[in-house]
């Protein structure tokens, strides 16, 4: 007797049997729900603002302008009264760098109506009023034997300015350094030998001139000048001098043979 094996048997769902969606279609619906509330509460709240502007807008403008107005006037009033309260430092004209004067006039330019402080060496020796062209001057300022540094001061009824620039003058009414070192007064000097090289000493910057001549000085004061020579006596009339204008002179006479 045969057996015979039963046949597998295959399950056939019904193409009708609903079947449940899968748990990202869920959650896909939940952010659609969320997105759409959030544009609502954000159109609803953009409709409040345009709203509010509508309503205070132009208010708001008017008051943001008069304040920040305001404030720039009250800027502007405190940079002018700081403005006013300054006070430019006087400007004192150039001078000579020295002199053998005991007294001489400082002069310069400053603002209108100011009063005008000098200064020498930190003493405060003298005041003045400026004129209508702006300007200033000391007739007569006396100095100090030696190095003198003159300043200034402006003065008006609310401020003092700072120190003006210094200049420095040196009063000094000593002779300069003049020694003959070749040839000596009375020399002779053949004639073969011309020109002769005049050679002596003087002080640092002085000039010297012979015969009204000048002659070559060196920064330790040594100086030198070519002389040609002439028949019988020759006549030197040297000069030494200084920045202060003191001077040193000597007459020497060389005789050719």
């Known amino acids: ?93 150039p001078m000579f760098e020295a002199t053998n004067s005991a007294t001489v006039i400082i002069s310069g330019t400053s ?15 003298d005041t003045t009023k400026t ?14 034997k030696g190095e003198n540094t003159i300043k200034t001061k402006a003065v008006n009824d609310k401020k003092e300015s700072e120190f003006s620039s210094i200049i420095s003058i040196t009063y000094t009414t000593m002779a300069p350094l003049l020694e003959m070192q070749y040839p ?9 030998q011309s020109p002769i090289t005049i050679t002596g000493k003087t002080d640092q910057g002085v000039k010297v001139t012979i015969n009204d001549f000048w002659a070559i000085v060196d920064d330790k004061g040594n100086f030198s000048y070519k002389l040609t020579l002439t028949d019988g006596d020759n006549h030197l009339k040297v000069i030494a001098t200084d920045d202060a204008g003191n001077k040193t002179t000597k007459e020497i006479t060389i005789k050719t043979e």
């Open 111 to 125: 603002e209108k109506d100011q009063t005008i402080k000098l200064y020498n060496n930190d003493k405060l020796i």
């Open 1 to 93: 007797m045969d057996t015979q094996s039963p046949e597998p048997t295959t399950a056939i769902l019904d193409e009708e049997t609903p079947q449940e969606l899968p748990a990202e279609s869920r959650m896909q619906r939940n952010l659609k729900k969320k997105s759409l509330r959030n544009i609502l509460l954000a159109l609803t709240g953009t409709v409040i603002v345009i709203t509010l502007l509508i309503l205070f807008g132009m208010q708001f403008l008017i008051y943001l302008s008069t304040n920040v107005g305001k404030a720039s006037k009250e800027k502007a009033m405190a940079t002018t009264s700081e403005e006013i309260t300054y006070i430019a430092p006087p400007i004192i004209n």
């Open 184 to 192: 000596q007064d009375g020399q002779t000097v053949k004639k073969d």
């Open 131 to 144: 004129n209508d062209k702006k300007e200033f001057k000391f007739a007569n300022v006396t100095l100090e």
